[in-house]
Nanobody, 124 residues
Framework: VQLQASGGGLVQAGGSLRLSCAAS????????IGWFRQAPGKEREFVAA???????HYADSVKGRFTISRDNAKNTAYLQMNNLKPEDTAVYYC???????????????????WGQGTQVTVSS
């Protein structure tokens, strides 16, 4: 599967953005899709994931502010980001994997497929 992330931009603190992760291929519905982010000088970190079962999982830092979803008919996953904070500034990546288990969804190395990043900048 090939993934393409989009939707980043510059927003003021408290604002919202919606990221999209468009996938090619006919088996998108069987993939776990994760969103990760990487700020300058920091390691890539888990943000959220939606499994093929549609169960969702979030990093504590974004719970209550971000919502991950998927539309299998459109082969697309989304990350709705509300109440953005300057510390959310990073390059955001989407990733996919068919065989990832629940206990591994927060680890970047467990994902086989990655999209290019999209920059999110939150000004204070």
């Amino acid at each position: 599967v090939q993934l393409q992330a989009s939707g980043g931009g510059l927003v003021q603190a408290g604002g919202s953005l919606r990221l999209s992760c468009a996938a090619s291929g006919r088996t998108f519905s069987r993939y776990t899709i994760g969103w990760f982010r990487q700020a300058p000088g920091k390691e890539r970190e888990f943000v959220a994931a939606v499994r093929w079962t549609s169960s969702t999982h979030y990093a504590d830092s974004v719970k209550g502010r971000f919502t991950i979803s998927r539309d299998n008919a459109k082969n697309t996953a989304y990350l709705q980001m509300n109440n953005l904070k300057p510390e959310d500034t990073a390059v955001y990546y989407c990733a996919g994997d068919r065989e990832i288990i629940l206990s591994s969804i927060q680890f970047p190395h467990e994902y086989d497929y990655w999209g290019q990043g999209t920059q999110v900048t939150v000004s204070s």
